[in-house]
């Protein structure tokens, strides 16, 4: 299964100066958010207090996460990265030590 560390980036040239437009941006995202947290999209979501970025952990595969990420641009930026479970990090070692063991 796939597990992707997400981390976002607001667009500060996306993003209304206009206070009551951006209030209104604001949570038309964060109800996406909650909603691709509730049909599990989104595993963990997360900002930081600068409001600047955040982070998510997803499991969808990479179309799907793509396809789901889609709706946040321009406003939201994103990098993205593969990560391993600890036992996935274990199994991994192993097979490399084994590996090289052979060789």
């Given at each position: 299964?796939?597990?992707?560390?997400?981390?976002?980036?607001?667009?500060?040239?996306?993003?209304?100066?206009?206070?009551?437009?951006?209030?209104?941006?604001?949570?038309?995202?964060?109800?996406?958010?909650?909603?691709?947290?509730?049909?599990?999209?989104?595993?963990?979501?997360?900002?930081?207090?600068?409001?600047?970025?955040?982070?998510?952990?997803?499991?969808?595969?990479?179309?799907?996460?793509?396809?789901?990420?889609?709706?946040?641009?321009?406003?939201?930026?994103?990098?993205?990265?593969?990560?391993?479970?600890?036992?996935?990090?274990?199994?991994?070692?192993?097979?490399?030590?084994?590996?090289a063991k052979r060789a």
């Amino acid at each position: 299964m796939s597990r992707f560390y997400i981390r976002w980036h607001m667009n500060p040239h996306a993003v209304p100066l206009d206070p009551k437009e951006r209030v209104d941006l604001w949570m038309r995202m964060l109800e996406g958010v909650r909603k691709d947290l509730a049909s599990g999209n989104f595993k963990e979501w997360g900002i930081c207090s600068d409001i600047s970025a955040g982070y998510c952990m997803s499991e969808l595969d990479e179309e799907q996460l793509h396809t789901v990420l889609l709706k946040y641009v321009p406003y939201i930026s994103f990098n993205i990265k593969p990560v391993l479970t600890v036992d996935q990090s274990i199994g991994s070692i192993n097979r490399a030590t084994a590996a090289a063991k052979r060789a």
